[in-house]
């Protein structure tokens, strides 16, 4: 391990000490921050931010479950259209206008089918964002997913 000046749980600095994994990288600079994070808005949104504007009636956005059709079934946001990812071409896409906001989501922050989705949308030059969370997001934040079959809705 390096030696850098370590900061302890309540701030103090100690000169000298090893340092741990996540301190031995100093953080960016705040103006470098700034535009990281500001930048990730531009690629996800949230499962609060996605509900709020499916409630409004008005999202702007199709909201895309890129999970296989018999996930989809079992359960997904409500509104959402079925596309899995390996599926996404300019032939499925030719009923929506070219400016149409995509939001991509899959199962979960341990899946990557959002991203994979995200990146074919892109590639066709499609709006595309990707909603943080998935199906494990939307069920932590306390929203109800809706079934092909309504006895299934959780």
């Known amino acids: 391990m390096s030696e850098f000046n370590a900061i302890d749980t309540i701030g103090n600095v100690h000169p000298g ?3 741990n ?3 031995a990288v100093p953080a960016a600079p705040s103006a470098a921050a700034v535009a990281h994070f500001e930048s990730m808005f531009a690629f996800e949104t949230d499962c609060a931010d996605v509900f709020a504007a499916l409630e409004s009636g008005t ?7 890129v999970r296989s059709p018999a996930l989809f079934a079992a359960g997904h946001v ?3 259209v079925n ?3 390996g599926k996404i071409v300019a032939s499925k896409l030719a009923g929506y206008p070219d400016d149409t906001l995509f939001v991509t989501y899959c199962a ?3 899946c ?6 995200a990146l074919r949308l892109a590639r066709l030059g499609r709006p595309v964002k990707l909603m943080a969370g ?3 997001g939307w069920l932590d934040e306390g929203y109800a997913l809706t079934s092909a079959d309504p006895e299934q809705d959780r």
């Open 108 to 110: 979960g922050p341990h």
């Open 112 to 117: 990557n089918g959002a991203a994979r989705g």
């Open 134 to 136: 998935g199906v494990t």
């Open 83 to 85: 596309l899995p990812h």
């Open 17 to 19: 000490r090893s340092t």
């Open 59 to 65: 999202p702007g956005f199709v909201l895309l479950d």
């Open 78 to 80: 409500p509104h959402a």
């Open 21 to 23: 994994a996540v301190t």
